[in-house]
């Protein structure tokens, strides 16, 4: 049962390329969402999705993008990398937006 | 404004003592309030969860928590603690907004069992 699978696990940009982290899940969930870790902040929501085709904002959404045509899948799109976006980005799923969340093993990402 | 805080940053404790780790809480409506424990490397995982009932919460590891309505508080602890047990404690509390329900983390708490 591989649950949530993020890939890639580490990438390196360069300040103004784009690129697409990508999320799978195999567990039939509706709500999905992206999270950023930095020291000593916690996780911020990035954006998140209740379901194919809906997705919302989070609390820290600018610079990223999201879509969600299927259920399985939930990428997050770096438009143009800026070094402040150097983190640890997580994305989970779970049946409801309030029950426990499954997290994938997260990318680290760094913008030089 | 919907909230929660982790006091404390790190929580040093001896192999065998109890430990617990602090959470409140601000939100509107009812809590539904969560516990999760990050070890180097990996993701999150769920430790335990309050929506109703008792309000001793029991969880995985042999981990607990608290919830007390008037302190606005879900502190999380265990009588006895391991040295695998030193990660990383995230709690959680559901919000609502824009009609739908997300979750919003606190900082964090490192956890330190020495032997």
């Known amino acids: 049962n591989a649950g949530v699978t993020q890939t890639p696990k580490f990438q390196v940009l360069k300040t103004g390329q784009s690129m697409t982290l990508q999320c799978a899940q195999d567990m039939n969930h509706e709500y999905m969402s992206w999270y950023r870790q930095d020291p000593g902040m916690g996780l911020r929501l990035i954006h998140y999705?209740?379901?194919?085709?809906?997705?919302d904002q989070g609390e820290v959404p600018n610079g990223y993008n999201v879509s969600r045509s299927t259920t399985e899948d939930f990428p997050l799109r770096l438009l143009s990398a800026a070094p402040s976006q150097t983190s640890v980005y997580f994305c989970a799923s779970s049946n409801r937006e309030w029950q426990p969340q499954h997290f994938g093993d997260g990318t680290r990402l760094s913008i030089l | 404004a919907q909230s929660v805080a982790q006091p404390e940053d790190q929580v040093n404790v001896a192999e065998g003592n109890p430990l617990t780790v602090k959470c409140t809480y601000s939100?509107?409506?009812?809590?539904?309030l969560f516990w999760y424990v990050q070890y180097p490397n990996r993701g999150l995982q769920f430790l335990l969860k309050?929506?109703?009932?008792?309000?001793l919460v029991k969880g995985s590891y042999g981990f607990e928590a608290e919830f007390n309505k008037s302190q606005t508080s879900f502190h999380l602890k265990k009588p006895s603690a391991l040295v695998s047990d030193s990660a990383l404690y995230f709690c959680a509390v559901r919000a609502i907004s824009g009609g739908y329900n997300k979750l919003i983390f606190g900082a964090g708490t490192r956890l330190a069992v020495h032997p």
């Open positions: 309050y929506i109703t009932g008792d309000n």
């Open positions: 999705s209740v379901g194919a085709g809906i997705t």
């Open positions: 939100v509107s409506g009812n809590p539904y």
